[in-house]
């Protein structure tokens, strides 16, 4: 069964930086592009980022040039580097294989609570 387990949240002052990581329980994971998405109170997810099997990456406007999303084929893992942070970047957070359409997705994990806060 495909898992997937999102850590690394936390609460954060604006500015600051944190890694969030997920360990992925996937067969083939280097042949796979992965996404990180996120969730907002009272809003539907969305797409943050994502990575492909040749480590080409793509960002959602609204973090670009802050978030930088990685992955470690070995560790069946993927990261995403979170640097100076906003208030409006308070959401769970969680990772999974890309798909364009979100809906598409029906087996989420846990996800990563993160909160900007002063």
């Known amino acids: 069964q495909v898992q997937f387990v999102e850590s690394g949240g936390g609460l954060f002052q604006p500015g600051g930086s944190l890694r969030l990581s997920c360990a992925a329980s996937?067969?083939?994971?280097?042949?796979?592009?992965m996404g990180w998405y996120r969730q907002a109170p009272g809003k539907q997810r969305e797409f943050v980022a994502k990575?492909?099997?040749?480590?080409?990456?793509i960002y959602a406007d609204s973090v670009k040039d802050r978030f930088t999303i990685s992955r470690d084929n070995s560790k069946k893992a993927v990261y995403l580097q979170m640097n100076s942070l906003k208030p409006e970047d308070t959401s769970v957070y969680y990772c999974?294989?890309?798909?364009?359409?979100?809906?598409?997705?029906?087996?989420w994990g846990q996800g990563t609570q993160v909160t900007v806060s002063s």
């Open positions: 990575i492909t099997s040749r480590n080409t990456t």
């Open positions: 996937v067969s083939n994971f280097g042949l796979n592009t």
């Open positions: 999974n294989f890309y798909f364009a359409r979100i809906s598409s997705i029906t087996n």
